[in-house]
């Protein structure tokens, strides 16, 4: 059994990278300029999030992809 935490971390962080990403990019500027000294702090942790998501989702790419020649021996050393 191998299981991947990377996978759903990646997705869940990248579902809400891009909704606060979609958020941050079609909501009201009053509202950062009354309350956050005009920062858009939901694009910027947005994208910060989505970076994160995508980062983690590479990674658990590249695991799978440094596994699959390993499972691929297996098989032909059984025989």
């Known amino acids: 059994m191998n299981f991947d935490l990377r996978l759903p971390l990646g997705i869940m962080f990248g579902l809400f990278g891009a909704i606060l990403v979609i958020f941050g990019a079609v909501s009201n500027k009053e509202i950062y300029e009354k309350h956050s000294l005009g920062i858009n702090i939901n694009?910027?942790?947005?994208?910060?999030?989505?970076?994160?998501?995508?980062?983690?989702?590479?990674?658990?790419?590249?695991?799978?992809?440094?596994?699959?020649?390993?499972?691929?021996?297996?098989?032909?050393?059984?025989?």
Not at 49 to 74: C, E, H, I, N, Y
């Open 43 to 79: 694009l910027i942790w947005g994208a910060v999030l989505l970076v994160f998501g995508a980062a983690m989702l590479f990674l658990t790419w590249r695991a799978s992809k440094k596994a699959a020649p390993a499972k691929d021996q297996k098989k032909k050393d059984a025989r």
